[in-house]
């Protein structure tokens, strides 16, 4: 995989637009654009379906392991390409439950994925996932079970710039493809153990999910597809710095049933002009905009994330200001007390000015989540998932 000489199956995201299906990696081909393919090679439209579920609902990426298939079939498949698209090279186990995956992919991108346990109450917003007590009720079974919300990224580097952000600091090395996303969660299921309930799923590891848009729309697509993973889109949060024209797109292409969570971090564009660069070319008015006019269904609320700075955006006339904007959104709020990175003199807040920011909040009429830090000893805290990888020496320093 790490061979060089050996050619990346065709799925840059910059080259598999508009491609016919043989040109789309196996892992990322759509069922019916296996019945396409599979009709040009003799096969009969009901093996797309199999082939499609062998993968996306069981994990399998070896045709050898697809019984039902013809062996002339399976052989064809691996001709095709089907392989796994990486590896796993490191896991890590933190002492709170959280589990982080080095996944390695071709040409030298590596990216993690974090399995985080909802143990607690405020847990369940760790990562925007969604109130969902209403399920509970029909479905105890699943209750009983650890729930497990994932994170898994879209892109090798980030080149959004955020001054906060390992990713951001480290810039783009590469966009992912699709079948790479999807390996993600199929890779990271793996890991569950029989009491695990794959619960939620966040775009929130590193890159910009809404950068690549049409990779990251195929990935929601395989992932919810009801012959795959078939998970419910619902559960999945896309989580973006607020690129405007992907906001839209999201919005009309899944008709607002994607969670969307938002990292505003600053309530003007003075300060957001300081630590995210993109909010020069999306300013807040355009933003705002853009969500109030994202069709979140009835009875839902978008995401904001809030990471909290010390004495940058953190005062209370920060809140107020915050609560004012928000005012015509349906929203919750995640509170972030911002992880230091090297790259940056910026600092975490004092806790007294988490804990009043969250009050002036909550006197506001904002229900407010203050994130938790998990995995921090694993170095799989938001915030700090990139670098690492991309300079081996940090391993050893660390
Ligand atoms: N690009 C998308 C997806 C990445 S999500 C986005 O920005 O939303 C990563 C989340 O972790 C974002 O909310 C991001 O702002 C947050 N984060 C990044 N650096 C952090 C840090 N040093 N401390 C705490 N949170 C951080």
Redesign the pocket.
Known sequence: MNDTTVQPPVHDPSITRGLDAAHIHPLARLPEEWQELLLTWGEKRFRADQVFSWMHARGVLDSDGMSNLSKPLRERLKQDGLSEPGGVSEVHESSDGTKKLLISLDRGAKVECVLIPMTKVGDADVAGSIDDEEDDEANAEVVAKRRITLCISTQFG?A?G?V???SGQSGLFRGLGAAEVVYQVIKSRSYLSPHDNLRNLV???M???LHHYDETARALRLLSHPQGLGMSLRRITV???GLVPGIKRLGEDFQGKVGL?V?L?APDDETRDRIMPMNKKYPIRVLMDALKAYPLPARRRMTI?Y?LIGSVNDSLQHADRLAKLLRPLRVKLNL?P??S?DQSELQSPRPEAVLAFRERMAEHGYSCFVRTRRGDDVAAA??QLALRSIQPERLVRR
């Open positions: 980030c959004m955020c906060f952000c390992a775009f929130m590891g890159g910009e999910p989580s973006t710095v969570a990292s971090h994330e990471i972030i911002m992880n990175i938001c915030g």
